[in-house]
Structure formats: C-alpha cells, structure tokens
C-alpha cells in the first residue's frame, strides 16, 4: 500500500515534486525528526511553497529520513505507527500491546517485513503446499512472512520463530491467538537456543520443516536506548542463519 493509498487526505497538501510511494524505513529519533520538521516548513515558508529543483530534492531526501508526510499547506507531520501499519500491510492494530509506549510501537516496526512484497514473493508455494507450511522463521520481527502466508490463504501448520525483541515476540503472540491459527507456534528469544539438541527435538515433533524465511536483525531495547545492531548483515547472526539453513537441509535431504 503506498503512502498516499494509505493517507488519502495528504493527496491536496503534497507537492506535485514529491513522488514518493511508499516509505524507505522507521526512524526512532523523535527529537531529531521534529528538527528536521520545522526546518522544512521554514524551507517552504521562504520559498513561499516554490523552492528551487535543488531545494525540492532536499526536502524529499529529509522527509524520506524523518517518515514525514504532508498534513497541511507547507506542514508536515510524522507517520503515526497505525500509519505505518498500514503501509506495511499489517492488520489494523497489529502493535497495539496492552500499556505498549508508543515509541516501542515505532520501534517494533523499524525492521518489520513489508508484507504485501513477502506474499508476492510467497505467493507460488500455495499451490505446492495446499495442507500449509511447517515454517522456521529467524529473526521474526512482528510476523512479516506469517501474516504475508496466512493472507495468502496458506494454512500455518506449525511456526518456530526466533526473535530476540519481547515486544516483537508479544506481537507475534497476540496476532496468533487473534487469527485463531491451528497450528503451533514455539517462540525462542535467542537464536543460539536453536541448537542441535532442540533441532531434533522439533523434527521429532513436526516431522520436518518446508520453508525457512529470515527477516532482518535488528534489536531494539526500549525508549531509553538506542537500536542495538544495524540491518541484517551482523557477521555472528548471519552465521548463524546459515549453520540453521545447512542443518536443516542435511535432515531433511536425509528423510526424502
């Protein structure tokens, strides 16, 4: 869903020079991001609403960095996190935990899967797999690749997911019962508790795995600190995906 799609009424405030569809990321930096506000607005108040080609450039990239849309004639305002729900494919209050600070429920969604992308991407094993998926899922997020499958019809037989943020794990929890899926999901808050010993364990109680979908890793630790590692490429975690995805494949070649 693009932004305008999802926020019509920014449709007469935005300038024919911004073209944006959808948003590039979830920027935590309130603060910083209110600055960057004001002096936009400054920017297009001088301007009196025609700044230069060079300047027009200037204010997409920053409201790209700061998630800033359109909400008035030369004003703009943050994307709310129902907003960015939204935008990213998730069920309406999908984030909403009970007591949940809303810069956690911004937090939750900075390196969340984009959902209608994954059920494209998705979208040939429905008929492959027409009794559902048994799915690993590394680095979950708040159920990217689960809400992209369930969407797409694909019956959800079991999910073992890993992801080291409770709130991300909570939200997952939540949108499970919510959805009323029959099948079972194990949730483990470390990837290195994926090891041989509870590998066979889980073969033993679902009979193999289909599908091992990864997300990016990305912990976030709360409003009062800042996100713990960047996107996806941290050389231990990707490791470790790896040392999963050979483990998996050797089993499961063995059973076929």
Known sequence: MT??????????FCPSWDTRKWIDGVGLDVAGN???RDKLEKAMKDSRGI????????????????N???????????LQPHQMEMILGYPANHTDLPGIDPQDKVASMRFALQTDTIAYLLSVLKDRYPDGLRVISIYSGIGGAEVALHRLGIPLRCVVS???????RRVLKMW???????????QLDRIQKLDTKEFEALMKEFGG????????????????MTVGTTMGM???QFFEYVRIVQMVRRKMQGIA
């Open 3 to 12: 932004i305008r799609d999802a926020l019509p009424l920014t449709r007469q």
């Open 34 to 36: 209110e600055q960057i």
């Open 51 to 66: 700044p230069s080609e060079v300047k027009q450039a200037q204010i997409v990239q920053q409201c790209k960095t700061a």
């Open 68 to 78: 800033l849309v359109w909400i008035g004639q030369g004003k703009l305002g943050p």
């Open 162 to 168: 890993v992801e080291e943020s409770v709130v991300n």
């Open 176 to 186: 499970w019962r919510k959805t009323q899926q029959n099948g079972k999901l194990r």
């Open 209 to 224: 795995f289909d599908l091992i979908v990864g997300g990016n890793y990305g912990l976030y630790r709360g409003t009062a």
């Open 234 to 236: 941290d050389t231990n």
